[in-house]
Structures are given as structure tokens and as C-alpha cells.
């Protein structure tokens, strides 16, 4: 009985794996780890050469609670990979509309950020050394939003990327002693390069972080995460980030990332 | 009748022992089924408004009880090397299972808000990966002191004391937990200089120690009252009739305890220690009589049933009393103490069944010829002889005086009284030299205190602590709160709108105030939030919501009464100046748990004392069938209660937990030995000619065996007053100054009254 039903399994067993070196062979077999990492990187954080989109963040903690912040975002890239601009303009919650915030990210050293008050008209730099710190309380980091260098971590396949069709598995170990997570599983989508669900454990193993992307859409031609989630396993708590009105390629310009425009913000790009 | 059990027992002795260690044999096995429950909170209900709210307020901000680690840097100093290596173990006890690693609050995770490069603001962790300077320390603790977020919590002024607060997800982790951190601190060096406190690690360590001190008291007090009862007695196998009984009784009542399914609380833990000595007393009396009844008898089978005939009446009344008197503690609104108050009358009741039947069993199973010996035994070279007769003396000739004196000691007594001070304090559980108590005494000297309790206000609205009026209560609350000299620091949302601002505006002093818009707040707050700022040490201030704020007050002293006090003034406070938008105002921590606790215990005890007085008043006239006899019975009682309590007034010693509950003890106790003089005596007053006849002769039988008995449970519980643990040698000082007390009282006083009163109360031959 049990070398009959192996019997039968044995072509299906063929197929699945010639369907699997037929990937590999197409897309993978120049690859390494590393560069897909960084294809990742690029694809999820320097999509377009700058992009706008309405963002509503639902922070829901352990007993269900949830705030909700909205706001406009801009991005614009000023090299691959390399620096970029961000700037933020609150809506919601009533009482911190109008404020904004702006980060010049650089790859090479510490991120550079603005904030506008706009109650005592004041702009403040903020200097920041912790990347991993929280974005607006979520369970966002700041690194989460704007992405972190691949170049940060090593980068390995991971065992199951043989047998996962759909994506690219890859574990990753920071360089340095990093608090965000001390391991990394990363589960890239083979066509867009977006990351679909990534697992952060700690130093002990224990799985802490879990991001993942819950609706994808196309949109002028570029495959965008428009809801993702982001689960703080030892908080019981959960982000979920929806992205609307998204746009690419909308000609900004550096003048608009300046303090200038923190506390007049580009009216156009705000609707 | 009443001779009826022990005829059993002497025809079926054998199977009367059989069936009592069966039923042994069945209590013992639900011995390994026992629920420990070491958590104090306890005392109340789970549904207990304090309880409810306290709960309420862990969950509204996420709060947890914190145990606190102190690290003595007075030599050391407050150097870079000492701070690196407190880095590490900060990390390390991140990793230890209980404790809230996210919430921790030490100098290398604690955010602080300080001016950067190019007039920017800076949010993040005080002490960085690495401290590579003396400057750089320095620098560290004098942002220490600035920040009123930090101050007294990290280190101490001077530098001298560092100190990390550890939340821990249930206080029944924290001796554990405890244990662990000293590890660490050992692996890195600085065992010695690692001092942990913090209610949490008193609480659950007390606990732990006392079932450790229980297994240690109770053999050792068994072991003493043995050996005492071979002095007197002489016959090991006689004497282990007692020991036999004690043991059982407490079997049984334990036995029944666990399996009724009550947990074994820090209350029932010391059944056992109670149960002893009263079921000891029985046998003595037993023992005593039947010691002087075999002069008179030749067949060992009337003896002991003459033996117990005589003293069934005030056996079966002094247990009576005793049951009745642990009974009230059923009336005190605290669980622990019903359970332990029911279960010791039922214990009480078991040791006199057990002593009417098994004993019995266990003379008559004795060779009459280890009996013969036992009754040659020397009388008049005996001390306690000699001891009676001149206490007779003392009634005869000076029963006046004592008559006065006595009226002299109640009057002093009942100033006495009048200066009991309670106050508790679950530290001082622990003697001054136990490492807990040093490490509380040296951590809140150096820091702002140990002793949290949480002031909650809800505004019952979203948003309304965003509003200024809110935070300028907030902030005028502080204020008031921190008046108070045994506050060290309170905190608060305003604290952290006030610093955020202060920063923002370039560390302007004059911009240390909360703003006048609403709009302010939320954006700076919301700008701490923005930049770093761990937003979860804002949430354990403020609600998400903005609809409850919460301030901790840091207390140097964890005792009752100056908690109370504190919380006294500051419910008046708020009373003459209502906050300025409807709010309810709530208050939570372990500190103010217990106060109303002890609140509780202390009215409880009240009433139940005087309900058990008057029950055992009307027992009293019910057994003597005299209202005089009645009165004089409770004479002793109520002069060992009076001046005992008296006695903790004068010297200062706070009426706390143990304090009170022994209580009851002194009333069950202390009429015994009054019943037993009175029957006795007026038995002889009826059997003998004169009434100098039965006076002579009541000393030499009762006399004697009181006075073994005052010895036995007097010096048995002596061990106790060696115990690391406070309550315990309190236990020892009652059960010493009970015995002695009311021995004294019974045996001077009640005769001076009956000799000096004699037409009052001689009842002649055949009247």
C-alpha cells in the first residue's frame, strides 16, 4: 500500500520539481542574494523617481484600541539607493494638523529632520540616532518607512527558497549589533521584487516584528504595496498602513524639501 | 456521658489508634494537592473596589509592578566602566523570563531630551552604546538632576546609588526574578554592591520565607515542647501522648484545608504554629491529673476514666472558648483570616476529640509498670511546688495588694491602650538586618523612593487632558503632592509637556511651563512622540485617548500610616480645590492596597474581638451557672488582653497584621486557665470541709498543671524569637507573654479575690 501511493506520487513530485528549475533557471540563476535584496530595496522604497500618496496609519494595540493618523507624504529620490527626501503633512488627528515633517535620508550617515510646530510657528531640527526608534508611535520604525540599506546586513537563501515558486526566500543577519532584529526572513515576490511578508526575531530567536503586504496594485505601470500591516509581536499590537491617491513621477523638486515649504506646505500636491 | 469515648477508647485502644491514623493517612495525602498563595493582595477579594481599580489602572496605562535594582556606587563612583557594565546587565535583564523588557527604565534605555548640534533637539537614550569618559558620566548625571522625568529614579544626587526599575509581569516572579538579577550582578562583578527592593520582592520573598520558617518553627517548637514535658513528666513514652495528638491535629486541619480546596495563604501558613501549643494544653491537664490520680487508684482503667472525667467539663469549655475566639476572625471582612480563623476552631475542636479518645488509648497501651515509676516521681523537691505554695501565700496574705495593684494595672493599661500606633509595612515583615530591609532603607534615602502608588483622574472625556486647564491640575496636584517630605517625586504628562518645551525653546527656563493652547500640548506631545521619544513611557501617563492621566507618586516610606497620610491630604486637597472639568479620581499601587487592607483588618478586628468577649462572657455564666463566677473567669482574659495591648502602646510597636490577628489568640487563650482554676475550685469547695481545704488543694492539682503548661508553651515558643522574620517573633512574644500573663493573673489574682471575698463566692459542703 505505502509504495503504491509513492508510485503515484512520483511524476507529480517530477513535475513540481522541473516547474522549479525552470524559474531558477529563468530569473534566479544570475542572482545572488544580495542583489536581490537590493532589487528589493529598490523597487519598494525608490519606486519612480518621486511619488505622493495619501496615507491613513490605524495603530491598534493589544486591546483593540486603534488611533488613527492621517497624512500626505512626498517622496523624491535623489540617487538609486542612495539619498532621498521625504517630507510629511499631518491632517488628522484635529489638533496636530498642519504640522509637518521632513526627513533628508542618507544612506551614508544620519538621517537630517525637520519638524514645523505650527502652534508656536516654529521649526525644530531634530537630530536622530536611532533609526529603529518608532514612526509616529506605530509599529512603523522610521527604517520601515524609509527603507534600510541592504548593504547593512548579510544576506543568505534561505532553505525553503527552493521550494517557494512564488518568492524569493531570504534570511538576513545585521553587520552590526542592531536592536531592530538580530535575524531576518525575508519573503520576496519573484516578479515585482516586493517584499511580501518579512519575519524579524531577536537575539533570542523569538519572533518580534512581522510585516506584511496585504494588497498590492498596479499603478502608472509601477506594482505598488497600497495596505500593508505591520505586527508587533511582543506588544500584541498592529500598524496597518493604507496608501491612496498614490501617483509617480510627478516632477517634485528639491526646493519643496526645504525648510521653506515645512511651514507653507506645496498646496498642489495636497489636494 | 461523658466518659463515654474514653470507655471506647480503653476497651478498643487498638482500633481507636488504627482509625485516627487512618483518617491521618487520608489528610496526609491531600498534602501533595496544596495551592500555595504567597500574594498579600490577597487579604481582599478579587472584587474589591481597590482591587478593581487597580487592576483598571495597570490596564489603562499598561503599568506593572516594578522591583527595584540599586547599585552601590559610592566607592566605585559614578564612572563610565560602572555605567558600560550596567549597559550590559541592563541587556541581560531584558532576557530574564517575567520582566517586561520594554518597559524598563535604566540609564542606557531611558530617553532623554536635550539640546543638539545646530539648534536642534535630541531624543534618545541617556547613556549611549558605550560611556568613553569620566567628562562623559559627569555629563550624564548632571542630566540626571535636570530632568525632573529622571531625577531620583536613575541615580541619587550625588551619584552614589544607581538604580534601574524592573516591571515584572506578576508579583509572584519577583523573588525569583530577584534571585536572578543578584546572579547577574555577581557574574559582573558587583555582587556586593547590589541592593533590590520594592514591595513586590517583600511581598513574594515574605511569602516564600515563611513557609520556610513554618517548616522550621513548628519541629523546633515541637522539639522544645517535648523535651519541657520530659522534664516534668519524666516518661518519654507518656510524653509522646502530646507530641502524637499535636501532630495529628494539625494533619487533620491542614488535611481538610487543602482539601475543601482553600489555597495555603501567608495567613494559613501559620495554622500549624497556632495549633500546637493548644493542643498541647489538653495533654498537659490530661497528664497532670492523671499523674496525681494514680497515688489514689490501683486499676489504670479508672484513673484515666476518673482522669477524664474530671476535666471533660472545662476541656471541652476551654476549647470552646479558644474555637469561639478564632471563629470571630470569621467576622473580619478579609478572607485569608475567616479561612484562618474557621480552620483554627476547627483544629481546636479536633485536638480535644483527639485528647478525649486517643490519649486515653495511648495510657491505656502503657505497661503499668513504666506507670509505677511514673508516679514515684518526687513531689515536694519539684520548683513548681514550691512555686504554688508561695503563690498561695501571696493570695493569703497580700490579696489586698493585689487586688489594688491589679485595679492600678488596668488603669495604666487603659492609657496604654490609647497610644497604639498601627501602621504596617510588608518591608518591616523582615527584621533590620534581612538584606530587604537594608536595601530599603539605603535605596530610599539616596533615591526619590521605592513606593509607588498611581493618582488616576478621568476626565471621562477623549482629548480633555489636551485641554490646559486639565494640565495645570495635573500640574498644581504635583505640586501639592510633592510638599509632602516623605514624597520624592511624582510624574506626570505635564512633566513631559514642560521638558519637551523647555528644549524646544533652546533650554529656556522660562518656557519650563505648560503652555495656554490646547493645541500646543497636542503638537508638542505629539512632536515627542514624532521624534523618538518612546511613546509607551507618555502612554503610562496619559491615555491614548487623552480622556486619563496618571500620576506616580514616589514614596520613601512604605509604612500604613504615612501612606495614609499622604493619601489623606491629597483626597482633601483635591476635595477644597475640585478640579476645574468633572473628573472621578481613583488610586492605585500596592502601597495603597494596603492601607486599605489593613483598614479593613483593623475595624474587623475590632468587632470581632468584642463579639467573641461578650460570647465567651454568656459561656462563661452558661458553665458556672453564675453570673459572679462569670464575671471573675474573664478577669484574666481581659487583664492579659488589656495590658498586652497596653504594653505594644507603650513601647511603640505598631499594631500590625500579626499583631492584630493575635488578638484571638490571647482570648482563647487566656480563659482557659481561669475555667480550669474556677471548676476545680468550687468542685473542692463542694467535695472538701473547709474552704481553706479546697484553696490549699486546688494550687497543688490545677496550680501545678497550669504552671507546667505556662512552662511549656512559655519556653516552647522561645525558638520563634530568633526568626528572620518579623510576624513570627511576634507569634513567640504573644504566646510567652499570654502564657505568663494570664498564668500570673489566674493564679494571683482570681485567688486574692476568692480569699478576700470569701463569703461571696465559698459554696460550702452539701450547700
Known amino acids: 500500500m505505502p509504495n503504491y501511493i509513492k508510485v503515484m506520487q512520483l511524476p507529480i513530485l517530477l513535475l513540481t520539481l522541473l516547474s522549479m528549475l525552470s524559474v531558477k533557471s529563468s530569473a534566479q540563476d544570475a542572482l545572488t542574494a544580495q542583489e536581490v535584496m537590493m532589487k528589493s530595496h529598490l523597487a519598494y522604497y525608490y519606486s519612480g523617481n518621486d511619488g505622493v500618496s495619501n496615507v491613513k496609519m490605524s495603530i491598534i494595540n493589544k486591546r483593540g484600541k486603534e488611533r488613527v493618523r492621517e497624512f500626505v507624504m512626498l517622496r523624491l529620490d535623489k540617487e538609486e539607493a542612495g539619498k532621498q527626501f521625504y517630507y510629511i503633512y499631518f491632517k488628522t488627528p484635529s489638533d496636530v494638523s498642519r504640522m509637518t515633517f521632513m526627513v533628508h535620508k542618507d544612506p551614508s550617515e544620519n538621517d537630517a529632520r525637520w519638524i514645523y510646530i505650527p502652534s508656536i510657528d516654529l521649526i525644530k531640527p531634530i537630530s536622530a540616532d536611532d533609526k529603529n526608534s518608532s514612526f509616529v508611535n506605530s509599529d512603523f520604525s522610521y527604517e520601515d518607512i524609509s527603507g534600510r540599506h541592504p548593504d547593512e546586513d548579510n544576506h543568505s537563501f534561505a532553505e525553503s527558497n527552493e521550494t517557494d515558486s512564488m518568492s524569493f526566500v531570504i534570511e538576513s543577519s545585521s553587520k552590526e549589533k542592531y536592536k531592530g532584529f538580530a535575524r531576518k526572513v525575508s519573503y520576496i515576490d519573484r516578479n515585482s521584487f516586493l517584499p511580501l511578508r518579512e519575519l524579524y526575531y531577536n537575539r533570542k530567536g523569538v519572533l518580534i516584528k512581522e510585516f506584511t503586504a496585504e494588497e498590492i496594485e498596479e499603478i502608472d505601470g509601477i506594482k505598488t504595496i497600497t495596505v500593508r500591516k505591520m505586527t508587533n509581536h511582543k506588544k500584541s499590537s498592529h500598524t496597518l498602513v493604507t496608501m491612496s491617491s498614490i501617483k509617480y513621477n510627478i516632477g517634485l523638486t528639491e526646493e519643496i524639501f526645504t525648510e521653506r515649504y515645512l511651514k507653507n506646505p506645496p498646496r498642489k500636491f495636497m489636494k | 456521658m461523658k466518659t463515654k469515648l474514653t470507655e471506647i477508647s480503653l476497651?478498643?485502644?487498638?482500633?481507636?489508634?488504627?482509625?485516627?491514623?487512618?483518617?491521618?493517612?487520608?489528610?496526609?495525602?491531600?498534602?501533595?494537592?496544596?495551592?500555595?498563595?504567597?500574594?498579600?493582595?490577597?487579604?481582599?477579594?478579587?472584587?474589591?473596589?481597590?482591587?478593581?481599580?487597580?487592576?483598571?489602572?495597570?490596564?489603562?496605562?499598561?503599568?506593572?509592578?516594578?522591583?527595584?535594582?540599586?547599585?552601590?556606587?559610592?566607592?566605585?563612583?559614578?564612572?563610565?566602566?560602572?555605567?558600560?557594565?550596567?549597559?550590559?546587565?541592563?541587556?541581560?535583564?531584558?532576557?530574564?523570563?517575567?520582566?517586561?523588557?520594554?518597559?524598563?527604565?535604566?540609564?542606557?534605555?531611558?530617553?532623554?531630551?536635550?539640546?543638539?548640534?545646530?539648534?536642534?533637539?535630541?531624543?534618545?537614550?541617556?547613556?549611549?552604546d558605550s560611556v568613553r569618559s569620566q567628562k562623559e558620566a559627569d555629563e550624564i548625571l548632571f542630566r540626571i538632576s535636570q530632568n525632573k522625568l529622571l531625577r531620583g529614579k536613575l541615580?541619587?544626587?550625588?551619584?552614589?546609588?544607581?538604580?534601574?526599575?524592573?516591571?515584572?509581569?506578576?508579583?509572584?516572579?519577583?523573588?525569583?526574578?530577584?534571585?536572578?538579577?543578584?546572579?547577574?550582578?555577581?557574574?559582573?562583578?558587583?555582587?556586593?554592591?547590589?541592593?533590590?527592593?520594592?514591595?513586590?520582592?517583600?511581598?513574594?520573598?515574605?511569602?516564600?520565607?515563611?513557609?520556610?520558617?513554618?517548616?522550621?518553627?513548628?519541629?523546633?517548637?515541637?522539639?522544645?515542647?517535648?523535651?519541657?514535658?520530659?522534664?516534668?513528666?519524666?516518661?518519654?513514652?507518656?510524653?509522646?501522648?502530646?507530641?502524637i495528638i499535636s501532630m495529628m491535629t494539625v494533619i487533620w486541619t491542614m488535611g481538610l484545608l487543602i482539601v475543601t480546596g482553600n489555597t495555603v495563604h501567608i495567613m494559613s501558613s501559620m495554622i500549624p504554629i497556632f495549633l500546637i501549643p493548644?493542643?498541647?494544653?489538653?495533654?498537659?491537664?490530661i497528664l497532670s491529673e492523671f499523674h496525681d490520680n494514680l497515688k489514689k487508684q490501683s486499676s489504670k482503667d479508672l484513673i484515666i476514666t476518673e482522669t477524664i472525667s474530671e476535666l471533660f467539663v472545662p476541656m471541652l469549655y476551654t476549647s470552646l472558648t479558644t474555637a469561639v475566639g478564632f471563629l470571630s476572625l470569621s467576622l473580619t471582612p478579609i478572607p485569608p483570616v475567616q479561612v484562618f480563623g474557621m480552620f483554627v476552631a476547627v483544629g481546636v475542636l479536633f485536638a480535644w476529640a483527639l485528647s478525649i479518645t486517643v490519649i486515653p488509648a495511648l495510657l491505656k497501651l502503657i505497661s503499668t509498670d513504666s506507670l509505677k515509676k511514673f508516679s514515684e516521681l518526687d513531689e515536694d523537691k519539684y520548683l513548681l511546688n514550691r512555686v504554688m505554695k508561695k503563690l498561695k501565700q501571696v493570695s493569703v496574705s497580700y490579696g489586698k495588694v493585689v487586688i489594688v495593684l491589679a485595679l492600678f494595672v488596668i488603669a495604666v493599661s487603659a492609657y496604654g491602650l490609647n497610644l497604639i500606633i498601627v501602621n504596617d509595612n510588608p518591608v518591616k515583615w523582615f527584621k533590620e538586618s534581612h538584606p530587604i530591609r537594608i536595601a530599603d532603607k539605603i535605596m530610599n534615602q539616596?533615591?526619590?523612593?521605592?513606593?509607588?502608588?498611581?493618582?488616576?483622574?478621568?476626565?471621562?472625556?477623549?482629548?480633555?487632558?489636551?485641554?490646559?486647564?486639565?494640565?495645570?491640575?495635573?500640574?498644581?496636584l504635583q505640586e501639592m503632592i510633592e510638599q509632602d517630605d516623605y514624597?520624592?517625586?511624582?510624574?506626570?504628562?505635564?512633566?513631559?509637556?514642560?521638558?519637551?518645551?523647555?528644549?524646544?525653546?533652546e533650554a529656556d527656563s522660562a518656557k519650563a511651563s505648560l503652555p495656554d493652547s490646547r493645541d500646543e500640548?497636542?503638537?508638542?506631545?505629539?512632536?515627542?512622540?514624532?521624534?523618538?521619544?518612546?511613546?509607551?513611557?507618555?502612554?503610562?501617563?496619559?491615555?491614548?485617548?487623552?480622556?486619563?492621566?496618571?500620576?506616580?507618586?514616589q514614596l520613601k516610606k512604605g509604612d500604613n500610616?504615612?501612606?495614609?497620610?499622604?493619601?489623606?491630604?491629597?483626597?482633601?486637597?483635591?476635595?477644597?480645590?475640585?478640579?476645574?472639568?468633572?473628573?472621578?479620581?481613583?488610586?492605585?499601587?500596592?502601597?495603597?492596597?494596603?492601607v486599605v487592607w489593613q483598614d479593613k483588618m483593623v475595624s474587623g478586628m475590632k468587632d470581632a474581638l468584642s463579639g467573641s468577649f461578650l460570647v465567651v462572657f454568656i459561656m462563661m455564666v452558661i458553665l458556672f451557672r453564675s453570673f459572679k463566677w462569670g464575671v471573675v473567669s474573664l478577669l484574666p482574659l481581659s487583664l492579659t488582653i488589656l495590658s498586652i495591648y497596653a504594653f505594644i502602646g507603650f513601647i511603640g510597636k505598631p499594631y500590625d497584621m500579626p499583631v492584630a490577628i493575635l488578638s484571638s489568640l490571647t482570648l482563647g487563650l487566656s480563659v482557659d486557665f481561669a475555667i480550669h482554676f474556677i471548676q476545680r475550685l468550687r468542685k473542692l469547695f463542694k467535695e472538701k470541709e473547709s474552704f481553706n481545704e479546697a484553696f490549699d488543694e486546688v494550687f497543688k492539682n490545677t496550680g501545678k498543671a497550669i504552671g507546667r503548661n505556662v512552662v511549656v508553651i512559655a519556653i516552647g515558643f522561645i525558638p520563634m524569637l530568633f526568626s528572620s522574620l518579623s510576624p513570627y517573633v511576634t507569634v513567640g512574644t504573644f504566646f510567652l507573654a499570654i502564657m505568663l500573663v494570664s498564668g500570673l493573673t489566674t493564679m494571683v489574682l482570681l485567688p486574692s479575690i476568692v480569699y478576700t471575698f470569701q463569703n461571696l463566692f465559698y459554696e460550702k459542703k452539701n450547700a
Do not use: C
Request: aromatic share 10%; charged share 25%.
Open chain 2, 446 to 476: 539616596r533615591l526619590a523612593g521605592t513606593y509607588i502608588n498611581f493618582l488616576t483622574l478621568d476626565g471621562m472625556k477623549d482629548d480633555i487632558f489636551k485641554s490646559p486647564e486639565a494640565a495645570k491640575y495635573v500640574e498644581k
Open chain 2, 11 to 128: 476497651n478498643h485502644p487498638g482500633k481507636v489508634i488504627t482509625l485516627a491514623l487512618l483518617i491521618t493517612a487520608f489528610f496526609l495525602f491531600q498534602f501533595p494537592s496544596v495551592v500555595i498563595d504567597t500574594d498579600p493582595e490577597n487579604m481582599l477579594p478579587a472584587d474589591e473596589q481597590v482591587r478593581v481599580d487597580d487592576r483598571k489602572a495597570k490596564e489603562d496605562f499598561d503599568l506593572y509592578d516594578f522591583i527595584v535594582l540599586g547599585i552601590n556606587s559610592q566607592e566605585s563612583g559614578f564612572t563610565p566602566e560602572l555605567l558600560n557594565k550596567l549597559t550590559e546587565i541592563t541587556a541581560e535583564i531584558e532576557d530574564i523570563e517575567g520582566v517586561i523588557s520594554d518597559d524598563i527604565i535604566a540609564p542606557s534605555v531611558v530617553d532623554d531630551i536635550s539640546q543638539g548640534a545646530n539648534g536642534s533637539i535630541i531624543i534618545k537614550p541617556l547613556v549611549g
Open chain 2, 521 to 553: 500640548i497636542a503638537q508638542l506631545l505629539f512632536l515627542f512622540e514624532m521624534s523618538g521619544g518612546d511613546a509607551d513611557d507618555l502612554y503610562k501617563l496619559v491615555t491614548q485617548e487623552f480622556d486619563k492621566a496618571n500620576i506616580w507618586i
Open chain 2, 561 to 594: 500610616q504615612i501612606v495614609s497620610a499622604s493619601v489623606d491630604r491629597i483626597n482633601k486637597f483635591i476635595e477644597d480645590n475640585p478640579p476645574p472639568v468633572p473628573m472621578e479620581i481613583r488610586w492605585a499601587g500596592l502601597p495603597y492596597i494596603n
Open chain 2, 487 to 505: 514624597v520624592g517625586a511624582t510624574t506626570s504628562y505635564a512633566d513631559i509637556v514642560k521638558k519637551v518645551r523647555f528644549e524646544l525653546f
Open chain 2, 278 to 285: 493548644i493542643s498541647v494544653l489538653d495533654s498537659i491537664h
Open chain 2, 155 to 243: 541615580a541619587s544626587p550625588n551619584g552614589d546609588l544607581i538604580s534601574i526599575f524592573i516591571p515584572i509581569e506578576s508579583k509572584d516572579l519577583s523573588h525569583r526574578i530577584s534571585e536572578q538579577l543578584k546572579l547577574i550582578a555577581e557574574n559582573y562583578g558587583i555582587g556586593e554592591d547590589v541592593f533590590i527592593a520594592g514591595l513586590p520582592v517583600a511581598e513574594d520573598s515574605f511569602g516564600k520565607e515563611m513557609f520556610i520558617q513554618m517548616g522550621l518553627s513548628a519541629p523546633v517548637a515541637m522539639l522544645f515542647i517535648f523535651v519541657l514535658m520530659l522534664i516534668f513528666f519524666k516518661k518519654a513514652k507518656l510524653v509522646v501522648a502530646p507530641l
